[in-house]
């Protein structure tokens, strides 16, 4: 799991706890494009779009008590090209919740047993990825030593190569699997454009992983 991420988060609720006053830190969810506490749904509330204290819905695997409606899409056209060493799999767990929101099919605002109206592609059409995943950085596949010896131009997982802190396997991927949020920080705790989890600047998030 993502051990800087979830320090961070921790760190950010804590001070938020500790002052007594919503989260007012730059780098935060509030006020980012996943605040949708403007919603009428979320009463005013930014978690519970994604996530209930309560009644969650335990059955995608990893799902941190999932509170939106998951995708029905049982069949993305997946990433495919003659030189990819990697086995991409239909989106799992993690990555599904993204999806859930991302890929069209399901209502923003379907959360908490409400069925919703608006889909993504009315708020930012760029942010509608569709099924067809063909044309997106592959996800969902086991990134590991094995994979970056095969593949000759990737740094190895488990050495300490990023600006976070820790290894790759450590800060990026989710039990080895690469998934939207090995490059994303969904709660925008670092604050860097397009919630990226590393800024992408002289493209340091790709040269993070790709040995080019
Ligand atoms: C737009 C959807 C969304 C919103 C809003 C959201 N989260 Fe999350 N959250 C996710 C997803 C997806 C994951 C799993 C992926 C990950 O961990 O990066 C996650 C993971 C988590 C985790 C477990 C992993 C970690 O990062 O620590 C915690 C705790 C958490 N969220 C708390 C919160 C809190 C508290 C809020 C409100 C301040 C919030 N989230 C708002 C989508 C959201
Ligand atoms: C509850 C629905 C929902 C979920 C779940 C969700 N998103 Fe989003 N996301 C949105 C919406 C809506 C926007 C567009 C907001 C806007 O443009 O005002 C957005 C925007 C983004 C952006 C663009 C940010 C920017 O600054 O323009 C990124 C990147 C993103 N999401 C990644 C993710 C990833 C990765 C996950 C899963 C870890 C995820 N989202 C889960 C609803 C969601
Ligand atoms: C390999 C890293 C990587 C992975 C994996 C990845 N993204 Fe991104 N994403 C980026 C980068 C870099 C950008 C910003 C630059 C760009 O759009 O080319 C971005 C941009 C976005 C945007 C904003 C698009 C726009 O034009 O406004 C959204 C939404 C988004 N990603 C969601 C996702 C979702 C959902 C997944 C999983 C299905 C995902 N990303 C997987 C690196 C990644
Ligand atoms: C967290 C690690 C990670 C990050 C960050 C990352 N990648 Fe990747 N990327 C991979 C892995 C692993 C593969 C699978 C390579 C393979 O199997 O051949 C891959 C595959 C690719 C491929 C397809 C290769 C092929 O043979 O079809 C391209 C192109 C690519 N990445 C470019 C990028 C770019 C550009 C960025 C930055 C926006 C980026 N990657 C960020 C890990 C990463």
Redesign the pocket.
């Known amino acids: 799991m993502r051990r800087q991420h979830l320090t961070q988060l921790i760190g950010t609720l804590a001070a938020a706890v500790v002052i007594g006053l919503p989260t007012l830190a730059s780098a935060a969810i509030t006020g980012s494009a996943h605040d949708l506490s403007g919603g009428a749904l979320s009463g005013g509330e930014i978690c519970n779009v994604c996530h209930t204290p309560h009644n969650a819905d335990a059955t995608v695997s990893d799902a941190p008590l999932w509170n939106h409606e998951v995708t029905a899409t049982a069949a993305f056209t997946l990433y495919s ?1 003659t ?4 086995t991409v799999g239909q989106p799992s767990g993690v990555s599904k919740l993204c999806l859930s929101c991302h890929d069209g099919t399901v209502a923003v605002d379907a959360f908490g047993g409400a069925a919703g109206t608006t889909l993504i592609g009315a708020i930012n059409a760029a942010a509608d990825f569709g099924t067809d995943l063909s044309n997106d ?2 996800i969902s ?1 086991t ?1 590991n030593t094995a ?1 970056s010896t095969t ?1 000759g131009e ?1 740094f190895d997982p488990s050495v300490d190569t990023t600006s976070l802190g820790g290894t ?1 396997a450590v800060d ?2 989710f039990s080895d699997n ?1 998934e939207c949020a ?2 994303h920080d969904v709660h925008n705790a670092l604050g860097n454009a397009n919630l990226l989890l590393i800024d ?1 600047t002289g ?1 340091a ?2 040269l ?3 040995d080019k």
């Open positions: 090209s030189t990819l060493d990697a950085h592959p596949f990134y994979l593949d990737l790759i990026m991927l690469m090995s490059c992408n493209s998030l790709c993070t992983c790709h």
